[in-house]
């Protein structure tokens, strides 16, 4: 693996997605190359990853040679970065086959409460916890930042517009927003997880393809300058390398 290499080991298919475009708009660059493992099939959902991990796990190959790692990791239900980051890696040791993550202890990284890192004989490892903050909504992940975007009255309709020209965007912005969350609460119900509202807007813009295009696209038109800010804490756990 080369030293200018980042070896990406991320939950789903639109972290993967949404940081390619992060790196094509030269967002999340900084003269390195990302990857994903080689031979190892895409995974979906945080089981997935610790079970590729545990049971072939690709980081063996790099205690000899070295390498940088960055996990993208959905805080979800747990109480904090911390938290996530502790569970990940009980359930490392818990499952590991070879002994690899007894050997690991991520340190808080100073440039986020969020940022995770461990580095040693030329292994540098860099955890990202997704935590985005919905109002109403407790669960935090990566969905978070996609809505963050869509929410921003100051850039949703140009971005959108751009996803689909031919349709009264402002109308279905408001569909996707307010009137899709009135007729949940008043069925009583709300929004628990950023992915179902992620869903509306995909609904009321009745686009044909699935939440991972549809995020990558949103993230294709936001302003650079926007996605600087929504996306910081990536940037800066990027960087760390």
């Known amino acids: 693996m080369s030293p200018a290499e980042v070896l990406i080991i991320a939950e789903g298919a639109t972290e993967r997605e949404v940081g390619n475009v992060l790196y094509q708009k ?3 660059h900084n003269g390195l190359t990302s990857r994903l493992p080689s031979g190892i099939r895409q995974r979906e ?4 990853v610790v079970d590729i991990l545990t049971r072939a796990n690709p980081l063996l190959a790099l205690q000899g040679t070295g390498g940088n790692v960055l996990f993208m990791l959905d805080q ?3 109480p904090s970065p911390l938290d996530r980051k502790d569970q990940f890696l009980r359930d490392l040791q818990q499952r590991d086959k070879y002994g690899f993550w007894h050997g690991i202890l991520f340190a808080h990284s100073l440039v986020g409460v969020n940022i995770f890192e461990y580095q040693a004989n030329n292994l540098h490892l860099v955890l990202h ?3 985005a903050i919905v109002p109403g909504i407790s669960r935090r992940d990566f969905d ?3 809505l963050s975007i869509l929410q921003n009255s100051n850039i949703n309709q140009q971005v959108v517009s751009r996803i689909d020209e031919r349709q009264n965007c402002q109308q279905l912005l ?3 927003e307010i009137e899709f969350t009135n007729l949940m609460v008043s069925n009583g119900y709300s929004w628990t997880h950023a992915k179902s509202w992620l869903y509306a807007y995909i609904t009321a813009f009745q686009y044909r393809r699935s939440h991972v295009w549809f995020a990558r696209d949103v993230v294709k038109y936001t ?3 926007e ?3 929504v996306f910081a804490s990536l940037i800066a756990a990027w960087n760390r390398f």
């Not at 959902?45 to 997935?48: K, Q, R, S």
């Open 26 to 28: 030269g967002i999340l």
């Open 45 to 48: 959902g945080y089981d997935a």
């Open 76 to 78: 979800e239900d747990s």
């Open 129 to 131: 916890i997704s935590d």
């Open 144 to 146: 978070g930042y996609i």
């Open 174 to 176: 408001h569909k996707a």
């Open 223 to 225: 302003p650079d300058d």
């Open 227 to 229: 996605l600087r800010q």
